[in-house]
């Protein structure tokens, strides 16, 4: 399994609160993508990142950011949560060589309930 | 565990039998795909790949087929076994590469005894 983790793996907060869910790999790889998985939607892109200090905006990034210090971590935060941010979110890391992108990996996930 | 769709499309195999799961795309620019199995309260598994240069990729009891010319992807199971059963989707990478992987609704997979 490639090497990501991330925490907690198990949240609930309330309406209102700051919530920061943390993505780290001993991969070394250089792309680094939050998700979340919502029924029937499927997995959405929230940010991505292309390396240290370099993110952008994915499908569903309102109310949320990201930040990367260092190639291993990639933190996602919901600066006041919301029911509507109530998910499943995974993060994953990819790489790119000659061959263009390749292997997108992806960590366990974290269950965040917001009441 | 975690509900990954309410109302997936359901293949019922038979333990032992072949399982053909497909997945249609729409951007005839993507130039990598993906499959995934995703378990009950798991993250997506990463299954085998293939590029756009390729038709066909084998793995271990896996086989994946990629028809470019009408944009659809397939993922054979050989001898499919109970630990098969789960949830398969299928994943595009298009322009701009690296930063937009699209992902299908998948496919939920029973393997029958």
């Known amino acids: 399994d490639a090497g990501i983790t991330q925490s907690p793996r198990h949240k609930v907060t309330e309406t209102g609160t700051p919530v920061t869910l943390r993505c780290h790999q001993t991969?070394?790889?250089?792309?680094m993508y939050w998700y979340r998985q919502d029924p029937g939607h499927g997995l959405r892109l929230i940010h991505y990142?292309?390396?240290?200090?370099?993110?952008d905006k994915g499908e569903v990034s309102d109310g949320y950011s990201v930040s990367r210090s260092k190639t291993e971590d990639f933190l996602l935060t919901l600066e006041s949560a919301t029911s509507s941010q109530t998910s499943v979110y995974f993060c994953a890391i990819s790489e790119a060589g000659l061959a263009g992108v390749y292997e997108q990996y992806f960590g366990p996930g974290t269950r965040l309930t917001v009441t | 565990g975690e509900s990954v769709g309410l109302h997936l499309p359901t293949l019922s195999v038979q333990e032992g039998d072949n399982s053909i799961i497909n997945c249609a795309y729409s951007?005839?620019?993507?130039?990598?795909f993906i499959w995934y199995k995703q378990e009950s309260g798991k993250g997506p598994q990463f299954i085998i790949d293939?590029?756009?240069?390729?038709d066909k990729r084998q793995g271990q009891r896996v086989t994946v087929l990629l028809n470019k010319t009408v944009k659809h992807l397939s993922l054979q199971i050989a001898a499919t076994q109970p630990g098969d059963s789960a949830v398969y989707f299928c994943a595009e990478s298009r322009p701009p590469y690296g930063q937009n992987f699209v992902f299908g609704p998948g496919t939920r997979l029973s393997v029958l005894p």
């Open positions: 293939i590029r756009s240069n390729m």
């Open positions: 990142s292309y390396g240290v200090k370099d993110t």
């Open positions: 951007n005839s620019a993507s130039d990598y």
């Open positions: 991969e070394n790889h250089r792309y």
